[in-house]
Structure formats: structure tokens, C-alpha cells
């Protein structure tokens, strides 16, 4: 007989509930996830302000709202509650208010609130919209940015025209000009200023009158433009060259803030973007790429340093005044020395890196900066001092972390987290060691609830034997005794890569958990992999690319898990032109997906907006060039087109316009080849409404079902995109 004790001990395991079996992630699970965003830590470093957006399925909206979390610990706590759009949360240098935007009014505008989020304040009302809003470090004025018409004097005349045009009955658009539409939406004759405007009121200047964007759409990087220290100047972003759509050159200015003539600081080929002042005031830290024309040239960290007007540049620069302090002259004493910001001291800290340099925040003493790279589908976190040297490793590059911000004192640092199995979260590091603690887990009972395997990678041979990387996601509840059909995703850019990130808009988990090997291969033409391997894409579309992916899909055939006569491959941008490039190059996949995918290259170069993208990997526009054009055309190869295929595409993208879908799904039924065109009316090149996303999923896994599990029949119709899990 067995003893009392162990007799009970034997019916507490025998009858205790069994640990709840985690549920494989749908769509429906994938929007219940809280995406966190903007962390910023108050001058204090007491407490964290970050933006939280959901998804609204009913209202198919996607709100913000304002968070705050004590960086000692604590939970988090939602500080706005009115309008849908609550975002770009910045402290006042006291560390008292938080000044944001919100559409609660009914549009864009500024609004400043108590640190606890209470006693809400409208700061503008204006026709043009505001964004970008910062405050001035001396707490005098807020810092924003609003589209204007460039001949308008003031904010009434903006007014006046905007309602002109409201009651017009004629809708209209002429132009002159290139870059006349961007992205999803048109020009308007309107261009983006920085404008200040004082905390205390007062009239709003513009700080950057002009025909031009200032700052420009940026191509990587943080905002386009800073404060010194000590409130009196104004560094931002602008493009010199009167065809915007044509270069990417950008270049640094200085203004003051009280309104002026700029400075132009450099003059280099490439894009400049992102400055960032060091807290004394005697650097500014920036982004910048050689070579013009070329988006994905490698981003490098600089700096340019301020020296004294009459000493050159040995002098020592003296230190700004502290934030939240205006530099007050005392009666009688000496006049202090004027400075000037030397081109001759700018210096790229990071040439002898090869990797992309993707954001960086200085450290409180201005004589070190920390900074993330890309490298091999993770982003870690590292340091270096200004004046250049060696690079110290301080986050490794296990995952990808970013938004780095310092405490006062230097002893903490937050930062944000994620991988492929974890959304983004908020960390807290200590300068005295340890591993980080999460200041925020909002998502933490979700991740408990839902089956999300960690990545697997591999490498194998590609073009001239070059190593090609890849991440493998197995479905959740694997069995190797099993075998599975395969979907290759192939990643759009086309210098991108697939990396330890979450994604809403191509989530491998959701892919993974319908039953699918999920495999991302990262071939040539993928960033953080040398510049070399990035740039080997270049005039070479449909070639070295494609033996590289074709390498990836030869040794996954070969895994004893999956079932090489069922595999897929799908893409979007890039990716969808990898596609298209494959329908007329192979037949070993029974089902492709495009999105947005370039089908015929001398008809998407003379209708997409960004122009130096074109010119720059073909070496010119279709008519300087035509050969390289026609050779890597998918639009050539239609007689090959074999493979069942569906086409997505949204008629707002303006990058790939959705001509180029259409064009593919008449070649494909003329060839009588089965295919399915998903075309969203209110979508540019990404789906982002919440009943659209659940559609484009559906619709998605429904074909690859449709042709992987039931050879060609249609499946069981799809559940309304509004129903719940």
C-alpha cells in the first residue's frame, strides 16, 4: 500500500488541469497584437512616453494612443483617450508636459498635456495640419512641420486657398514638374516647413521659406532636422537640386531659430540626413552615403564639428548652454568668441565598417555616440567615440534593437526589442551590467496563448560559390516524421533582407502556422551582408538573384521534412518582380504569389515616382539603356508562363502602379494559365486596413491551399473578413 503523502501527491497529478495547449496564429490572432512604437525618455530619465496602435476590425481603423512607463518599473499606463490618432509624444526639458499630436480636434494638430496626461491643451489650429512637433531645448518653442504653398506669406493665406480649392468643383491636378505624386498620394502644389512656434503664443515662423521640401521624404534615418542645445539654431534636411525625382542627394543646413538666411554645412553626392546635435553643443552627428542616385549605398555615421570663427579649426568648441536654459550675457562681461561649423572637420566614423549604420543616439558626456548596424538579418547595438577608433559591441546582434535614449546620469539606457517569434518591446539596460529588464510586456498574454517557433537558418552555395543565408520557420507542433509543402518568401527592397524582426504585413508565424515550411532566403542584393553583396544586384535583376534563391530552393527540396513536388513562392515589390521573373525561368513551384511586383521595366520606369531608382540599377531611363531593360523584363518571357499565380495590388501604389498587376493577370489568362487578381481601391503599396490585411491573408493562404493541398481545387469559401477568430 502506498503512503498517505504519496497517494496524495499521485491524485494532484492525476487530476490537475493540464497546461493550456497554445493555439497556431491566424490573422485575426496577428490583430490583437499591441504594436508598440516612438519610445521617448524624459530629460529626467524618470519615465518613458511610446505610442501603442491597435487594430479596430469593426471600425477596419488602426488607432494610436500615448503610453507611460516608469523607468525604474512599473506597468504601463495609457495617457490620452480622445480622437484615434494620438502620436509623437515629446517631453518638455522640465520633464512636466508632453507635447503631441492629435486629430481629436478633427485634424492634425498640436496639443500639450500634463505629464499624467491630464488637462489637454489645443496649441494649433491650422488648415496646412501640423506634425513633427518637438520642443526647443531652452522650452521657448515648439518645433513642427506643416505642407504649405511656398508663395503663401502667412498660415491665412494657406487657410484661404485650401477653401478655395474644397469648393471648387473643379478637381483638376496640373504640374510642370517631376515628383508630382508620391508613394499613395498626389502633390497638391504644397511643400513640408519647419516652422516654431512660441510655448508662451506668438506668430508662427518659417523657418524654411522656399519652393522645396524641407526637410524631404527621407530614405533611412530619424527626423530631418534638430535644435542645439541651447535653442537658438535650427539643423535640417534639404534637397539642393530642383529635380527631386531624379537624385537623392540631400544636404545639412543651419538657420537660426529666430529666422534668417541658412548655412549649407556639406556638399557631398550622397544623401545627408538625420543630424543630431551632442548635448554640449559642439558636434552634429548625421547619416550620409557616397555615392548620389543610389538609395541603398551604405549608410555611414559622421560628424562635423564646431570651432571658433577667428581660431580655426584647433580651438577647442565651448560648451552650449545646459537644456532647459537660455545662454543669458552677464552686464559686463566679456563678449564670448563666435563659432562657425567647419566642412573641413567632418569625419565618417563608421568607413571601415561594412554595414549599413541604421540610427544612433549620443551618450550624455557628447564624446561617445552609440549606434546600430544591420548584419546578417539582426541588428545590434555598439559604441564609439567622436573622434573615431575602435567600435565596442554593447547590445549583441541577437535580435534587432534600436531607439537607443540614455538617462542624464549615463547609468541606464533604454532600447527597443524584437524577433521573429516577439514583437517589439521596451528595455531597460544598466551601465553596471546584467541582462536587460522589459519595462513594458503588453503583449505578454498573447505570446502565452499562441504557438510562434523561434527562426532556424541555414547557408548554402550561391552564384560563383558566395554564401547565401536563409531563415527557416517549421510549423507549429512539428513532426519530422511528417513531410510538408515549402512557401519561399522573397523579400522586396530589392536591397532589403529578411531578418529577426515581427512583421504585420508578411508574418512567416501566420504562413508557418497554415501548415507551411517557411523559408527567406536572403540572396544577393540583401542588405547587412557587405556592401559588395548589396550591391551585386545593381543592372543584374533576373541573375545572380535568381541563382542564389534557386540554390536556397535546391538543398530545402532535399530536406527530409518537405515535399519538393508542393512548393510555393511568393513576393512583394522587388519580391513580386522576383515572381514574375520565376514564372518564365522555372517550373519546379506549383503556385506563386505577386504583389506588387514590377512586371514590364520600361513601362514602370516611365510611371513610377522615385526616378533615381530606375536610373541607378539600369544605368538609365528605358531610352538611354533599352537593352538592360529588355534583358531582365519579365514582360518577355510570357510564352513561359506556366505556373497558377495570384496577382494583389493596391491602384494608391505609386512606387509600383497597379498597371503593372493588371498587365500581368491579362498575360496569364491570355495564356490560359489560372490565376486570381486581388485589387485593393483604397491601398497603396502595402495593405494596411485591418479588413483588407484579414482578405489579403485569406486570399493568400487560400490559392497557396487551393494549389499545395488540393491539387488545383477550389477550398472551402473564405470566412467573412470581419468575424472574429
Not at 515 to 525: K, Q, S, T
Request: proline share 9%; hydrophobic share 35%.
Amino acid at each position: 500500500m502506498l503512503p498517505l503523502r504519496r497517494c496524495f501527491l499521485l491524485s494532484i497529478l492525476l487530476f490537475a488541469p493540464l497546461p493550456a495547449q497554445k493555439q497556431p496564429l491566424t490573422v485575426h490572432g496577428l490583430l490583437e497584437f499591441q504594436r508598440i512604437s516612438d519610445p521617448q525618455l524624459s530629460p529626467d530619465g524618470s519615465t518613458v512616453a511610446f505610442v501603442v496602435q491597435t487594430a479596430d476590425l469593426d471600425q477596419n481603423t488602426m488607432p494610436k494612443q500615448i503610453y507611460t512607463v516608469p523607468v525604474e518599473g512599473g506597468s504601463p499606463r495609457r495617457i490620452t483617450w480622445a480622437g484615434t490618432k494620438n502620436y509623437r509624444p515629446r517631453w518638455s526639458p522640465d520633464s512636466q508636459r508632453i507635447a503631441f499630436i492629435s486629430n481629436r480636434s478633427g485634424s492634425n494638430q498640436i496639443w500639450i498635456m500634463e505629464a499624467d496626461g491630464s488637462d489637454p491643451k489645443q496649441v494649433t489650429d491650422l488648415a496646412t495640419e501640423a506634425g513633427g512637433v518637438l520642443w526647443s531645448p531652452d522650452g521657448a518653442n515648439l518645433i513642427f512641420t506643416s505642407d504649405v504653398f511656398p508663395d503663401c506669406p502667412d498660415m491665412a493665406c494657406n487657410a484661404a486657398r485650401l477653401e478655395r480649392r474644397k469648393k471648387s468643383k473643379v478637381k483638376a491636378r496640373i504640374y510642370e514638374d517631376l515628383l508630382y505624386r508620391h508613394w499613395d498620394h498626389w502633390r497638391d502644389g504644397r511643400v513640408t516647413h519647419i516652422f516654431a512656434l512660441p510655448v508662451e503664443g506668438g506668430e508662427v515662423r518659417d523657418l524654411t521659406p522656399g519652393p522645396r521640401d524641407a526637410p524631404p521624404f527621407s530614405l533611412g534615418g530619424a527626423d530631418g532636422y534638430a535644435v542645439s542645445p541651447d535653442g537658438k539654431e535650427l539643423c535640417y534636411v534639404q534637397k539642393p537640386d530642383p529635380n527631386p525625382a531624379a537624385n537623392t542627394n540631400t544636404e545639412l543646413f543651419v538657420v537660426p531659430i529666430e529666422g534668417g538666411e541658412p548655412v549649407r554645412l556639406t556638399q557631398m553626392p550622397g544623401a545627408d540626413t538625420s543630424p543630431q546635435y551632442s548635448p554640449d553643443g559642439s558636434y552634429i552627428a548625421f547619416l550620409s552615403q557616397m555615392r548620389g542616385g543610389y538609395e541603398s549605398d551604405k549608410w555611414r555615421l559622421s560628424v562635423i564639428r564646431r570651432v571658433p570663427l577667428e581660431e580655426g579649426s584647433e580651438a577647442q568648441p565651448e560648451p552650449a548652454a545646459p537644456p532647459g536654459a537660455a545662454a543669458r550675457q552677464e552686464e559686463g562681461e566679456e563678449e564670448k568668441p563666435q563659432w562657425r561649423w567647419d566642412p573641413d572637420t567632418i569625419a565618417f566614423l563608421t568607413d571601415g565598417l561594412d554595414r549599413p549604420v541604421t540610427g544612433f543616439t549620443w551618450f550624455p558626456d557628447s564624446h561617445r555616440i552609440f549606434f546600430t548596424t544591420e548584419d546578417r538579418g539582426r541588428q545590434g547595438i555598439q559604441m564609439m567615440a567622436v573622434t573615431g577608433g575602435a567600435v565596442r559591441v554593447v547590445v549583441p546582434g541577437s535580435a534587432t534593437s534600436g531607439d537607443m535614449q540614455f538617462t542624464p546620469d549615463g547609468r541606464t539606457m533604454i532600447f527597443t526589442q524584437q524577433s521573429g517569434s516577439k514583437p517589439v518591446e521596451i528595455y531597460a539596460a544598466s551601465a553596471a551590467g546584467g541582462p536587460p529588464r522589459p519595462l513594458t510586456n503588453l503583449n505578454f498574454s498573447l505570446l502565452e496563448k499562441y504557438d510562434l517557433p523561434a527562426y532556424e537558418e541555414f547557408r548554402v552555395e550561391g552564384a560563383g560559390q558566395t554564401p547565401v543565408h536563409s531563415f527557416l520557420l517549421k510549423p507549429p507542433g512539428f513532426d519530422s516524421k511528417q513531410r510538408y509543402p515549402v512557401l519561399f518568401l522573397i523579400h522586396g527592397g530589392p536591397q532589403s533582407a529578411w531578418g529577426e524582426q515581427w512583421s504585420y504585413r508578411w508574418n512567416a508565424q501566420v504562413f508557418a502556422a497554415a501548415g507551411y515550411v517557411v523559408v527567406m532566403p536572403n540572396p544577393r542584393g540583401s542588405t547587412g551582408y557587405g556592401q559588395k553583396f548589396t550591391d551585386e544586384i545593381n543592372a543584374d535583376w533576373g541573375g545572380k538573384v535568381f541563382e542564389d534563391i534557386m540554390a536556397v530552393v535546391d538543398h530545402v527540396a532535399g530536406l527530409p521534412y518537405v515535399r519538393p513536388d508542393r512548393m510555393a513562392a511568393a513576393g512583394g515589390s522587388y519580391g513580386g518582380y522576383m515572381i514574375n521573373w520565376m514564372l518564365g525561368h522555372t517550373q519546379r513551384f506549383q503556385a506563386f504569389v505577386s504583389h506588387a511586383g514590377v512586371f514590364d521595366l520600361r513601362s514602370w520606369a516611365m510611371e513610377t515616382e522615385e526616378l533615381w531608382f530606375p536610373i541607378w540599377d539600369f544605368q538609365g531611363m528605358p531610352w538611354e539603356n533599352p537593352k538592360l531593360y529588355e534583358r531582365w523584363s519579365p514582360s518577355r518571357f510570357i510564352s513561359d508562363f506556366f505556373t497558377p499565380t495570384l496577382v494583389i495590388h493596391g491602384e494608391q501604389d505609386f512606387r509600383v502602379p497597379y498597371g503593372q498587376g493588371l498587365q500581368l493577370f491579362t498575360a496569364l489568362r491570355m495564356q490560359d494559365v489560372p490565376a486570381k487578381l486581388l485589387i485593393f481601391p483604397d491601398e497603396g503599396h502595402w495593405i494596411l486596413k485591418p479588413q483588407n490585411s484579414v482578405l489579403w491573408y485569406q486570399t493568400f493562404l487560400g490559392w497557396l491551399d487551393r494549389w499545395l493541398k488540393h491539387n488545383g481545387e477550389v477550398p472551402e469559401p473564405e470566412a467573412d473578413v470581419t468575424a472574429g477568430p
